[in-house]
């Protein structure tokens, strides 16, 4: 089985985030940027089924220079190959359609993408892929089990689970319930040291239309300082949840 | 977890920007590693701190190490974070190829160190002391002891400890007595050692002892003692463990470090205590002193890291407690005001930018050090090595002593930031305070190394090593010359070089006199006086850097960050170096008041 794991590259949630150029463009300088938490979780079940069913495991994003290092710690955690594509993910139709490209090149049976990322939270790309390729798609996917090339997908809907039986090639929206955060996977010496010496293939983009442009971010307003209340005064602690924080 | 116990931001900023570890990697030594293999492990190493060894930091505290049944309890996480570092190749990271390492240099496992240190001080002493027993043994034990030991230490298997302290030999290591006597091919043990972190603990398969002791009929003092190792279980050569009569006497309750535990050990109560000899016949504290570069720096690392993770929690408790409110222009206050958050109170942000500077300027120091070690070790040129050995000789007293001994000020003004809560258990900030004070202590108080600093290293080579140290700071002065809003600053730093010189002119004077007790009465203070003013010089580089980084329009800070390390320098040099001004008026006093013992200077009972 050939996996394609789709990374995007995402400022940490601890970042702290600023605007620049009138609030259109989003400020990188001093971030810290990581692997998409849903694809994160996307790789690491790649990797079990490379452990155990003898899969190969490549990942792709889209991005300049700058994301190496994102997809060299999924190179660190064990997948084989690594492929940018040498472009600005400007959006999601833009990045769906040059994964598609490198996934058709590739003959992959299974693409794992996340759900959504965490930056833009488009939550298109999965989708668009599927349709570019023609392939089937499971979104908000939390497990997925494969024999052959029967697929078992269990996907998240409101208020429970729905099991789907399909088939590869699949193409799935993955998310935490794939594997749980404690299966997450931080990267030894050795991975890192050997993630240097695997092939990391920089491929031009294709044309592609970016169909949106950013107008204006705007962000919630800054917390105020916290006020300790005195144990035995609930009262105060109601008024305070109520006509401050109006949280109830 | 972003910035709950450390700032990886300005731990990659002095790594890669002040002390340029590039420069490092180009080495041949290092070259399999470059900047971003090295970015990915730092990250690496915060997750797995972050899973691994943040959330134990108070259990440990409040539930200590204890001996209990003859063994030694500790948290259940301490076996777990062995084996976990063993995976993670934080045991071997530093060894070369050969010994089935890593081949990193120092100064990024010394980075390493600071952010598990950072996270819980109580777990990296265990890998700490098991990566020195282990190294003691591949640079000088035979091939016999290397292939029985190393590996399973290593891999986190197998824990390693430094036996050196001895009831009546502490700061005095001339005085120890346990015995080594000839038994065939190896040695039988016999005496106590106290004081040894990580000695014995639950769920251990083995520990190995480094250990040292005196063959019978060795010269006295610190010539006839030699190395052993001493395993707590011996290995039979078939795979099986036995044991080698190491009694765990008991387990020392601490005011701090509380779930590393330190031990009272006694071998050989029942006559069969085997010692395998390290190297040659009488070279123990050698041996163990080429290794002490090392294990120096380390314990100022984790004084730094602690004085960090102090002020990141006070810097977070400044910014959510309201009290108080500021001045009006009238002079008073507005009480129909909201109260305002304390960290606008011009005295709590002075402690948290006294917390800043110390905890900033001593990682930078541990940083620059560790690179001395790299470049003393494996540059290709001997000469260039040997300034470079001499430059790491001069620093590591020093590297030992400004975190633990100012990192304890520093944390002190923390726990004053919380008011009354710094001062309770339900915060954080009253454990670090604890856990620092065993920094000034261990691996040599704090009179010892400034007894080194004075009395070996200012003096070593007719004053080499400090020749070449000044020079290192001339070019920084010189650097920040040009920049206009530095300028002032880097005079400044030129004349207290010159005041060192008036200093040591006067303190030398003593010594050509052959007054010795008089030369060393007052190392303590110099070591005060010497380390501010290292400190400033490498605030002063870091200013530079950051503002050569301004200039440029360098893209890997924002502009804020740069300008917070510009401000903190001018703090630094406005708050902290003056102090020197008073510490020279202490040391070029006439008047001898700590020496002589023919005044009753304690009144009539001493
Ligand atoms: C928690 C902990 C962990 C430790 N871990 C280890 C370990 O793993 N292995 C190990 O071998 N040891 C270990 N030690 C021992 C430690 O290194 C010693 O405690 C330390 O070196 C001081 O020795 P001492 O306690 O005998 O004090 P002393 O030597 O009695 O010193 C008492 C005081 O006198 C001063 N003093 C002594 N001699 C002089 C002098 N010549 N000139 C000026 N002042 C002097 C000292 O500076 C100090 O202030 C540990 C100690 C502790 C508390």
């Given at each position: 089985?050939?996996?394609?794991?789709?990374?995007?590259?995402?400022?940490?949630?601890?970042?702290?985030?600023?605007?620049?150029?009138?609030?259109?463009?989003?400020?990188?300088?001093?971030?810290?940027?990581?692997?998409?938490?849903?694809?994160?979780?996307?790789?690491?079940?790649?990797?079990?089924?490379?452990?155990?069913?003898?899969?190969?495991?490549?990942?792709?994003?889209?991005?300049?220079?700058?994301?190496?290092?994102?997809?060299?710690?999924?190179?660190?955690?064990?997948?084989?190959?690594?492929?940018?594509?040498?472009?600005?993910?400007?959006?999601?139709?833009?990045?769906?359609?040059?994964?598609?490209?490198?996934?058709?090149?590739?003959?992959?049976?299974?693409?794992?993408?996340?759900?959504?990322?965490?930056?833009?939270?488009?939550?298109?790309?999965?989708?668009?892929?599927?349709?570019?390729?023609?392939?089937?798609?499971?979104?908000?996917?939390?497990?997925?089990?494969?024999?052959?090339?029967?697929?078992?997908?269990?996907?998240?809907?409101?208020?429970?689970?729905?099991?789907?039986?399909?088939?590869?090639?699949?193409?799935?929206?993955?998310?935490?319930?794939?594997?749980?955060?404690?299966?997450?996977?931080?990267?030894?010496?050795?991975?890192?040291?050997?993630?240097?010496?695997?092939?990391?293939?920089?491929?031009?983009?294709?044309?592609?239309?970016?169909?949106?442009?950013?107008?204006?971010?705007?962000?919630?307003?800054?917390?105020?300082?916290?006020?300790?209340?005195?144990?035995?005064?609930?009262?105060?602690?109601?008024?305070?949840?109520?006509?401050?924080?109006?949280?109830? | 977890?972003?910035?709950?116990?450390?700032?990886?931001?300005?731990?990659?900023?002095?790594?890669?920007?002040?002390?340029?570890?590039?420069?490092?990697?180009?080495?041949?030594?290092?070259?399999?590693?470059?900047?971003?293999?090295?970015?990915?492990?730092?990250?690496?190493?915060?997750?797995?701190?972050?899973?691994?060894?943040?959330?134990?930091?108070?259990?440990?505290?409040?539930?200590?190490?204890?001996?209990?049944?003859?063994?030694?309890?500790?948290?259940?996480?301490?076996?777990?974070?062995?084996?976990?570092?063993?995976?993670?190749?934080?045991?071997?990271?530093?060894?070369?190829?050969?010994?089935?390492?890593?081949?990193?240099?120092?100064?990024?496992?010394?980075?390493?160190?600071?952010?598990?240190?950072?996270?819980?001080?109580?777990?990296?002493?265990?890998?700490?002391?098991?990566?020195?027993?282990?190294?003691?043994?591949?640079?000088?034990?035979?091939?016999?002891?290397?292939?029985?030991?190393?590996?399973?230490?290593?891999?986190?298997?197998?824990?390693?400890?430094?036996?050196?302290?001895?009831?009546?030999?502490?700061?005095?290591?001339?005085?120890?007595?346990?015995?080594?006597?000839?038994?065939?091919?190896?040695?039988?043990?016999?005496?106590?050692?106290?004081?040894?972190?990580?000695?014995?603990?639950?769920?251990?398969?083995?520990?190995?002892?480094?250990?040292?002791?005196?063959?019978?009929?060795?010269?006295?003092?610190?010539?006839?003692?030699?190395?052993?190792?001493?395993?707590?279980?011996?290995?039979?050569?078939?795979?099986?463990?036995?044991?080698?009569?190491?009694?765990?006497?008991?387990?020392?309750?601490?005011?701090?470090?509380?779930?590393?535990?330190?031990?009272?050990?006694?071998?050989?109560g029942n006559g069969d205590c085997h010692g395998y000899?390290?190297?040659?016949?009488?070279?123990?504290?050698?041996?163990?002193?080429?290794?002490?570069?090392?294990?120096?720096?380390?314990?100022?690392?984790?004084?730094?890291?602690?004085?960090?993770?102090?002020?990141?929690?006070?810097?977070?408790?400044?910014?959510?407690?309201?009290?108080?409110?500021?001045?009006?222009?009238?002079?008073?206050?507005?009480?129909?005001?909201?109260?305002?958050?304390?960290?606008?109170?011009?005295?709590?942000?002075?402690?948290?930018?006294?917390?800043?500077?110390?905890?900033?300027?001593?990682?930078?120091?541990?940083?620059?050090?560790?690179?001395?070690?790299?470049?003393?070790?494996?540059?290709?040129?001997?000469?260039?090595?040997?300034?470079?050995?001499?430059?790491?000789?001069?620093?590591?007293?020093?590297?030992?002593?400004?975190?633990?001994?100012?990192?304890?000020?520093?944390?002190?003004?923390?726990?004053?930031?919380?008011?009354?809560?710094?001062?309770?258990?339900?915060?954080?900030?009253?454990?670090?305070?604890?856990?620092?004070?065993?920094?000034?202590?261990?691996?040599?108080?704090?009179?010892?190394?400034?007894?080194?600093?004075?009395?070996?290293?200012?003096?070593?080579?007719?004053?080499?090593?400090?020749?070449?140290?000044?020079?290192?700071?001339?070019?920084?002065?010189?650097?920040?010359?040009?920049?206009?809003?530095?300028?002032?600053?880097?005079?400044?730093?030129?004349?207290?070089?010159?005041?060192?010189?008036?200093?040591?002119?006067?303190?030398?004077?003593?010594?050509?006199?052959?007054?010795?007790?008089?030369?060393?009465?007052?190392?303590?203070?110099?070591?005060?006086?010497?380390?501010?003013?290292?400190i400033a010089w490498l605030w002063l580089d870091m200013?530079?850097?950051?503002?050569?980084?301004?200039?440029?329009?360098?893209?890997?800070?924002?502009?804020?960050?740069?300008?917070?390390?510009?401000?903190?320098?001018?703090?630094?040099?406005?708050?902290?170096?003056?102090?020197?001004?008073?510490?020279?008026?202490?040391?070029?006093?006439?008047?001898?008041?700590?020496?002589?013992?023919?005044?009753?200077?304690?009144?009539?009972?001493?």
């Open positions: 089985m050939k996996i394609l794991v789709c990374i995007s590259n995402v400022p940490d949630t601890t970042s702290k985030i600023n605007f620049t150029e009138g609030d259109t463009k989003f400020d990188t300088n001093g971030v810290q940027f990581v692997i998409n938490p849903n694809d994160e979780f996307g790789l690491t079940r790649a990797m079990w089924f490379k452990e155990k069913q003898g899969a190969t495991v490549h990942v792709a994003t889209v991005g300049g220079a700058q994301t190496e290092p994102t997809i060299r710690k999924a190179l660190a955690i064990g997948a084989d190959e690594a492929i940018r594509i040498n472009a600005e993910p400007t959006d999601g139709f833009f990045v769906a359609r040059q994964l598609a490209e490198v996934a058709k090149n590739g003959g992959y049976d299974l693409i794992i993408a996340g759900r959504e990322s965490i930056d833009y939270n488009g939550g298109m790309v999965p989708g668009i892929i599927a349709t570019l390729l023609d392939m089937n798609f499971v979104n908000t996917c939390v497990s997925l089990e494969i024999e052959g090339t029967d697929a078992k997908a269990v996907r998240e809907i409101d208020g429970g689970n729905e099991t789907i039986a399909t088939s590869l090639p699949l193409v799935i929206g993955g998310q935490k319930g794939l594997v749980e955060e404690s299966d997450l996977r931080i990267p030894n010496m050795r991975g890192i040291m050997m993630a240097r010496k695997k092939a990391l293939h920089v491929v031009e983009a294709t044309d592609a239309p970016t169909m949106t442009a950013d107008v204006k971010f705007e962000k919630p307003a800054a917390k105020g300082p916290v006020k300790l209340v005195d144990a035995g005064n609930i009262d105060e602690l109601i008024s305070l949840l109520h006509n401050e924080a109006k949280a109830i | 977890m972003a910035n709950e116990y450390i700032d990886v931001e300005t731990l990659k900023f002095l790594l890669n920007e002040v002390h340029d570890l590039e420069e490092i990697l180009n080495l041949p030594e290092y070259n399999d590693h470059d900047s971003d293999s090295i970015d990915l492990l730092i990250n690496s190493v915060k997750d797995f701190s972050d899973k691994e060894m943040y959330p134990y930091f108070k259990e440990m505290d409040e539930n200590p190490a204890h001996f209990k049944n003859g063994e030694i309890v500790v948290h259940p996480q301490v076996s777990k974070y062995m084996k976990a570092s063993g995976e993670m190749g934080l045991l071997a990271g530093a060894f070369p190829y050969k010994d089935g390492g890593m081949q990193l240099p120092s100064t990024v496992m010394n980075a390493l160190g600071y952010i598990q240190e950072a996270a819980n001080n109580h777990l990296p002493g265990y890998i700490g002391l098991t990566i020195g027993a282990a190294e003691l043994i591949t640079h000088f034990g035979n091939e016999n002891l290397n292939q029985t030991y190393v590996p399973k230490m290593l891999n986190g298997t197998w824990g390693g400890t430094m036996c050196l302290t001895e009831p009546q030999a502490g700061s005095s290591l001339s005085d120890i007595v346990t015995s080594a006597t000839p038994d065939g091919d190896r040695y039988k043990i016999h005496g106590q050692k106290i004081f040894i972190s990580g000695g014995d603990y639950q769920g251990a398969e083995n520990i190995v002892h480094l250990l040292l002791a005196r063959i019978d009929g060795a010269p006295a003092g610190t010539k006839g003692i030699s190395l052993f190792v001493v395993p707590k279980n011996r290995p039979d050569g078939h795979g099986q463990l036995a044991p080698n009569d190491v009694e765990t006497v008991t387990d020392f309750e601490k005011m701090g470090q509380k779930g590393y535990c330190t031990t009272h050990l006694f071998f050989g000899l390290v190297g040659e016949l009488h070279q123990g504290l050698k041996y163990m002193f080429l290794m002490m570069n090392g294990a120096r720096i380390a314990v100022g690392r984790g004084a730094a890291a602690i004085c960090a993770a102090a002020y990141q929690a006070s810097l977070k408790y400044a910014h959510e407690r309201a009290q108080g409110r500021k001045l009006a222009s009238t002079g008073k206050k507005d009480v129909h005001q909201e109260q305002t958050l304390i960290v606008n109170h011009p005295d709590v942000r002075r402690m948290l930018l006294l917390q800043k500077v110390v905890s900033e300027g001593a990682l930078s120091l541990v940083l620059l050090t560790s690179k001395y070690q790299d470049l003393s070790k494996s540059l290709q040129n001997a000469e260039e090595r040997e300034k470079y050995a001499l430059l790491l000789e001069i620093l590591t007293p020093i590297v030992k002593t400004y975190p633990s001994e100012m990192g304890r000020v520093a944390v002190d003004n923390g726990v004053q930031i919380l008011g009354g809560y710094g001062f309770c258990s339900d915060y954080i900030l009253q454990q670090y305070l604890r856990d620092i004070r065993i920094f000034s202590i261990y691996e040599g108080t704090t009179g010892i190394q400034s007894q080194d600093l004075l009395g070996r290293k200012i003096t070593m080579e007719n004053g080499k090593a400090l020749q070449l140290l000044s020079n290192e700071i001339k070019t920084t002065i010189k650097a920040a010359m040009v920049m206009d809003n530095l300028q002032a600053y880097a005079h400044t730093l030129g004349d207290k070089l010159q005041l060192t010189q008036d200093i040591l002119k006067s303190l030398l004077g003593y010594a050509q006199k052959g007054d010795y007790e008089r030369f060393l009465a007052d190392a303590t203070p110099f070591m005060d006086y010497f380390s501010n003013i290292l200013a530079r850097e950051a503002q050569q980084a301004l200039l440029t329009g360098s893209k890997r800070h924002n502009t804020t960050f740069y300008e917070s390390k510009i401000h903190a320098m001018q703090f630094y040099f406005t708050y902290e170096l003056p102090k020197t001004t008073g510490l020279a008026e202490i040391i070029m006093n006439d008047k001898a008041l700590t020496i002589g013992s023919k005044q009753k200077v304690f009144g009539n009972e001493y």
